[in-house]
């Protein structure tokens, strides 16, 4: 058997099978674990698996939660840029909210848990190694965030703790809008944007959330002088 990232892929895909996990692939986007815990919320774990001059590295993976129906929404009234279309595969791919389990960064990296396979007979002891070590850190969060409340309760929050697991602050905006409007109603959803429109640190950013939110309530027929 040669060592190339598909051998390593069947030692993970067998590993995460028996977690009732599935593999997808996209060009360009490397590969998604997931598994659909409803029929609106999935958990995922994308890995970074790369072969760099014979040997092949896995590395920290992001983790992640998509609720569909949030991400359908808050995907509807995102604007394409003329040269970066939004796909349905792209929205296909989003997660809501997710985590890192090591440390990003150049220098943080030095201290992030690497799998570095050399040889055939290291590939499944390190895909064994690699999944139990992820799934330590997955399940706790899964288990929390896979409620829509606290998820949504994530969402608005505006603290650097939530920032970590929500992403830019406008699209964790649009997504606090999104499903807030699928929970609690418009009314609801429209006070969330004006909280979060002051926190949102980017001047740019803001501007792109402003947009979205125009075209949002434009689409439920009450955009007025004083929507956000």
């Given amino acids: 058997m040669k060592l190339t990232v598909g051998t390593v892929l069947k030692s993970l895909d067998r590993e995460f099978a028996n977690r009732k996990f599935s593999r997808q692939s996209g060009p360009h986007r490397g590969q998604l674990y997931y598994r659909w815990i409803n029929e609106d919320t999935q958990l995922s774990v994308a890995p970074d698996i790369r072969s760099v001059a014979g040997v092949v590295h896995i590395d920290t993976p992001h983790i992640g939660i998509r609720f569909d129906k949030t991400e359908d929404l808050a995907a509807r009234f995102q604007e394409s840029h003329p040269n970066l279309p939004i796909t349905a595969e792209d929205v296909a791919w989003r997660t809501t909210i997710g985590i890192f389990p090591e440390p990003q960064g150049?220098?943080?990296g030095f201290f992030r848990k690497t799998w570095n396979i050399w040889r055939e007979s290291d590939i499944e002891p390190a895909a064994s190694d690699y999944v139990?070590?992820?799934?330590?850190?997955?399940?706790?969060f899964w288990d929390k965030y896979s409620d829509p409340e606290a998820a949504l309760d994530l969402l608005r929050r505006d603290d650097e703790e939530a920032r970590n697991y929500t992403g830019a602050d406008h699209f964790c905006a649009e997504r606090a809008v999104a499903m807030t409007f699928l929970r609690k109603g418009l009314k609801e959803a429209r006070q969330v944007a004006g909280a979060k429109l002051p926190n949102i640190r980017s001047v740019s950013y803001r501007e792109e959330f402003r947009g979205w939110m125009t075209r949002f309530l434009e689409a439920q027929g009450t955009l007025d002088s004083a929507h956000i």
Avoid: G, L, N, S
């Fill in 106 to 108: 150049v220098i943080t």
């Fill in 132 to 140: 139990k070590h992820i799934m330590r850190v997955a399940t706790p």
